[in-house]
Protein backbone atom coordinates (compact mmCIF):
# COMPACT_ATOMS: atom_id res chain seq x y z
CA UNK A 1 0.00 0.00 0.00
CA UNK A 2 1.01 3.51 -0.81
CA UNK A 3 1.19 5.09 2.56
CA UNK A 4 1.82 9.09 1.40
CA UNK A 5 -1.76 8.48 -1.02
CA UNK A 6 -3.25 6.37 1.73
CA UNK A 7 -3.10 9.29 4.43
CA UNK A 8 -3.58 11.55 1.99
CA UNK A 9 -7.12 9.99 1.63
CA UNK A 10 -7.58 10.12 5.25
CA UNK A 11 -6.70 13.45 5.93
CA UNK A 12 -10.24 15.33 5.65
CA UNK A 13 -11.88 12.80 7.55
CA UNK A 14 -8.82 12.06 10.12
CA UNK A 15 -11.16 13.04 13.28
CA UNK A 16 -14.13 10.14 12.02
CA UNK A 17 -11.25 7.52 10.52
CA UNK A 18 -8.36 7.22 13.72
CA UNK A 19 -8.88 6.30 16.84
CA UNK A 20 -7.74 9.02 18.74
CA UNK A 21 -5.12 7.67 21.45
CA UNK A 22 -5.34 10.88 23.72
CA UNK A 23 -8.96 11.06 24.44
CA UNK A 24 -8.88 7.33 25.11
CA UNK A 25 -5.96 7.30 27.41
CA UNK A 26 -7.91 6.27 30.57
CA UNK A 27 -5.21 6.69 33.06
CA UNK A 28 -3.37 9.81 31.70
CA UNK A 29 -0.81 8.01 30.96
CA UNK A 30 0.16 10.14 28.11
CA UNK A 31 0.11 13.29 30.21
CA UNK A 32 2.53 11.82 32.82
CA UNK A 33 4.81 11.27 30.30
CA UNK A 34 4.90 14.87 28.56
CA UNK A 35 4.94 16.28 32.06
CA UNK A 36 8.09 14.89 32.89
CA UNK A 37 9.58 15.80 29.86
CA UNK A 38 8.56 19.03 29.84
CA UNK A 39 11.22 21.97 28.91
CA UNK A 40 10.21 25.67 27.74
CA UNK A 41 14.26 24.82 26.68
CA UNK A 42 14.19 22.06 24.96
CA UNK A 43 12.83 21.23 21.19
CA UNK A 44 10.27 17.96 20.34
CA UNK A 45 9.44 16.10 17.64
CA UNK A 46 6.12 14.56 16.68
CA UNK A 47 7.13 11.68 14.89
CA UNK A 48 4.04 11.02 11.88
CA UNK A 49 2.02 13.71 13.50
CA UNK A 50 -0.97 13.49 11.78
CA UNK A 51 -3.04 15.93 11.37
CA UNK A 52 -1.94 17.47 14.75
CA UNK A 53 -3.33 15.67 17.99
CA UNK A 54 -0.16 15.67 19.94
CA UNK A 55 0.21 19.64 19.09
CA UNK A 56 -1.70 21.17 22.44
CA UNK A 57 0.04 18.85 24.41
CA UNK A 58 3.08 19.48 23.08
CA UNK A 59 3.64 23.09 22.03
CA UNK A 60 2.40 24.20 25.71
CA UNK A 61 4.99 22.25 27.02
CA UNK A 62 8.76 22.73 24.72
CA UNK A 63 10.01 26.02 23.33
CA UNK A 64 10.09 23.73 19.94
CA UNK A 65 7.42 21.28 18.12
CA UNK A 66 9.17 19.54 14.92
CA UNK A 67 6.18 18.17 13.11
CA UNK A 68 6.90 15.37 10.80
CA UNK A 69 4.41 13.01 8.48
CA UNK A 70 4.65 12.05 5.14
CA UNK A 71 0.77 12.96 3.91
CA UNK A 72 1.00 16.66 2.34
CA UNK A 73 -2.44 16.76 2.59
CA UNK A 74 -2.41 15.75 6.59
CA UNK A 75 0.47 18.36 6.95
CA UNK A 76 -1.92 20.97 5.19
CA UNK A 77 -4.39 20.36 8.20
CA UNK A 78 -1.47 20.36 10.94
CA UNK A 79 -1.09 23.47 9.88
CA UNK A 80 -4.38 25.34 10.48
CA UNK A 81 -2.82 25.12 14.11
CA UNK A 82 -3.14 28.23 16.26
CA UNK A 83 0.29 27.16 18.07
CA UNK A 84 3.19 29.79 17.02
CA UNK A 85 6.52 27.62 17.67
CA UNK A 86 5.35 24.20 15.19
CA UNK A 87 7.46 23.90 11.91
CA UNK A 88 6.63 21.23 9.67
CA UNK A 89 8.33 19.03 7.31
CA UNK A 90 6.97 16.47 4.71
CA UNK A 91 9.07 13.16 4.85
CA UNK A 92 8.65 9.28 4.83
CA UNK A 93 10.26 8.46 8.05
CA UNK A 94 10.25 4.75 7.09
CA UNK A 95 13.22 6.00 4.65
CA UNK A 96 16.84 5.75 5.90
CA UNK A 97 18.41 8.54 4.11
CA UNK A 98 16.05 11.48 5.25
CA UNK A 99 17.38 14.71 6.91
CA UNK A 100 16.10 14.74 10.67
CA UNK A 101 16.37 17.57 13.56
CA UNK A 102 18.61 16.54 16.76
CA UNK A 103 15.71 16.77 19.44
CA UNK A 104 15.38 16.61 23.20
CA UNK A 105 12.36 14.44 23.09
CA UNK A 106 10.58 12.78 20.34
CA UNK A 107 6.75 11.24 20.81
CA UNK A 108 5.29 8.95 18.21
CA UNK A 109 2.19 7.48 18.12
CA UNK A 110 0.49 4.60 16.49
CA UNK A 111 2.80 5.58 13.31
CA UNK A 112 5.90 2.51 13.71
CA UNK A 113 3.21 -0.19 12.37
CA UNK A 114 3.99 -0.89 9.06
CA UNK A 115 3.20 -4.35 7.47
CA UNK A 116 6.56 -4.50 6.13
CA UNK A 117 8.60 -5.54 9.67
CA UNK A 118 11.87 -4.01 8.14
CA UNK A 119 10.67 -0.83 7.56
CA UNK A 120 9.56 -0.30 10.75
CA UNK A 121 13.49 -0.97 11.98
CA UNK A 122 14.23 1.99 9.78
CA UNK A 123 11.71 4.38 11.57
CA UNK A 124 13.05 3.62 15.18
CA UNK A 125 16.49 3.96 13.67
CA UNK A 126 15.50 7.19 12.87
CA UNK A 127 14.01 8.00 16.08
CA UNK A 128 17.57 7.16 17.39
CA UNK A 129 19.13 9.64 14.56
CA UNK A 130 16.70 12.38 15.77
CA UNK A 131 17.73 12.20 19.28
CA UNK A 132 20.52 13.69 20.84
CA UNK A 133 22.51 11.80 23.04
CA UNK A 134 20.71 12.67 26.47
CA UNK A 135 17.39 12.65 24.64
CA UNK A 136 14.21 10.67 25.41
CA UNK A 137 11.15 9.42 23.20
CA UNK A 138 8.35 7.95 24.33
CA UNK A 139 6.50 5.70 21.23
CA UNK A 140 2.86 4.24 21.52
CA UNK A 141 2.66 0.97 19.53
CA UNK A 142 -0.05 -1.60 19.16
CA UNK A 143 -0.26 -4.69 21.52
CA UNK A 144 -0.47 -7.90 19.79
CA UNK A 145 -1.16 -9.71 23.67
CA UNK A 146 -3.83 -7.02 23.59
CA UNK A 147 -5.75 -8.41 20.25
CA UNK A 148 -5.59 -12.12 21.54
CA UNK A 149 -6.73 -10.76 24.54
CA UNK A 150 -9.81 -9.12 23.57
CA UNK A 151 -10.65 -12.19 21.34
CA UNK A 152 -10.60 -14.01 24.31
CA UNK A 153 -12.83 -11.98 25.73
CA UNK A 154 -14.97 -12.46 22.60
CA UNK A 155 -15.20 -16.05 22.92
CA UNK A 156 -15.97 -16.14 26.84
CA UNK A 157 -18.95 -13.14 26.18
CA UNK A 158 -19.83 -15.83 23.84
CA UNK A 159 -19.22 -18.69 25.90
CA UNK A 160 -21.95 -17.50 28.65
CA UNK A 161 -24.50 -17.15 25.90
CA UNK A 162 -24.48 -20.88 25.18
CA UNK A 163 -22.51 -19.99 22.30
CA UNK A 164 -19.27 -22.27 21.52
CA UNK A 165 -15.80 -20.88 19.90
CA UNK A 166 -16.66 -23.00 16.27
CA UNK A 167 -20.06 -21.44 16.22
CA UNK A 168 -18.94 -17.08 16.62
CA UNK A 169 -18.46 -16.04 13.03
CA UNK A 170 -14.60 -15.04 12.18
CA UNK A 171 -16.46 -11.42 10.75
CA UNK A 172 -16.13 -10.94 14.75
CA UNK A 173 -12.02 -11.18 14.73
CA UNK A 174 -11.70 -9.77 11.43
CA UNK A 175 -8.10 -9.54 12.21
CA UNK A 176 -7.45 -12.77 11.77
CA UNK A 177 -8.59 -13.44 8.11
CA UNK A 178 -4.84 -12.69 6.38
CA UNK A 179 -2.35 -15.33 5.71
CA UNK A 180 -1.40 -16.94 8.35
CA UNK A 181 2.46 -16.04 7.93
CA UNK A 182 1.24 -12.29 8.82
CA UNK A 183 -0.52 -13.27 11.86
CA UNK A 184 2.40 -15.01 13.03
CA UNK A 185 3.89 -12.06 12.58
CA UNK A 186 1.35 -9.89 14.61
CA UNK A 187 0.52 -8.39 11.44
CA UNK A 188 -3.62 -8.34 11.97
CA UNK A 189 -6.33 -6.57 9.74
CA UNK A 190 -7.89 -3.26 11.29
CA UNK A 191 -10.59 -2.36 9.23
CA UNK A 192 -9.09 -3.89 6.30
CA UNK A 193 -6.00 -2.21 6.85
CA UNK A 194 -2.67 -4.42 7.57
CA UNK A 195 -1.28 -3.14 10.95
CA UNK A 196 1.61 -4.26 12.76
CA UNK A 197 1.01 -5.68 16.73
CA UNK A 198 3.63 -6.46 18.82
CA UNK A 199 4.71 -8.42 21.69
CA UNK A 200 6.18 -7.37 24.87
CA UNK A 201 9.46 -9.49 24.29
CA UNK A 202 9.68 -8.52 20.73
CA UNK A 203 9.95 -4.80 21.53
CA UNK A 204 13.04 -5.87 23.69
CA UNK A 205 14.70 -7.11 20.19
CA UNK A 206 14.18 -4.40 18.07
CA UNK A 207 14.74 -2.10 19.99
CA UNK A 208 18.08 -3.11 21.12
CA UNK A 209 18.76 -4.25 17.42
CA UNK A 210 17.66 0.17 16.52
CA UNK A 211 19.79 1.49 19.12
CA UNK A 212 17.24 1.81 21.82
CA UNK A 213 16.95 1.49 25.25
CA UNK A 214 13.71 0.90 26.55
CA UNK A 215 13.80 2.53 29.98
CA UNK A 216 9.90 1.41 30.79
CA UNK A 217 7.03 -0.31 29.14
CA UNK A 218 3.43 0.64 30.26
CA UNK A 219 0.16 0.13 28.89
CA UNK A 220 -2.04 2.89 27.30
CA UNK A 221 -5.65 1.25 28.84
CA UNK A 222 -9.02 2.21 26.52
CA UNK A 223 -12.54 1.16 27.41
CA UNK A 224 -14.01 -1.96 25.99
CA UNK A 225 -15.85 0.16 23.82
CA UNK A 226 -13.09 0.73 21.60
CA UNK A 227 -13.31 -3.03 21.14
CA UNK A 228 -17.02 -3.74 21.51
CA UNK A 229 -19.76 -1.64 20.85
CA UNK A 230 -22.30 -3.11 23.51
CA UNK A 231 -19.77 -4.40 26.06
CA UNK A 232 -21.03 -6.19 28.62
CA UNK A 233 -21.31 -4.94 32.21
CA UNK A 234 -19.22 -7.55 34.01
CA UNK A 235 -16.21 -6.72 31.36
CA UNK A 236 -13.96 -4.63 33.53
CA UNK A 237 -10.20 -4.59 33.87
CA UNK A 238 -7.82 -5.62 32.68
CA UNK A 239 -8.84 -3.64 29.59
CA UNK A 240 -7.26 -3.36 26.15
CA UNK A 241 -4.16 -1.75 25.67
CA UNK A 242 -1.52 -0.30 22.81
CA UNK A 243 2.08 -0.44 24.18
CA UNK A 244 3.76 3.22 25.60
CA UNK A 245 7.61 2.76 25.36
CA UNK A 246 9.71 4.82 27.00
CA UNK A 247 13.18 4.99 25.70
CA UNK A 248 16.55 6.59 25.32
CA UNK A 249 19.58 6.26 22.94
CA UNK A 250 22.09 3.35 24.00
Known amino acids: MNQEKHWNRIAPTYNQEIFDVFAGDQKRILFKYFNVYASKKHTALDFGCGIGKAFPYLATRFKKVVA???????LNEARKTSYKNISFQQADLAQSRIKLPTVDFLFC???IMLPEPERNIVMLRN???ALKPNGAAVIVMPSMESYLFSVWQL?????KEGVSPQEVSADEYAGFTGPRTDILRGI???NGVKTKHYSASELDVIFR???????NLEKV???WHTEFSSPPQWMKAPYPWDWLIECRPV
Open 68 to 74: IDISDEC
Open 109 to 111: CNV
Open 127 to 129: VRK
Open 155 to 159: FRWYG
Open 188 to 190: LQI
Open 209 to 215: EAGLTIK
Open 221 to 223: EYS
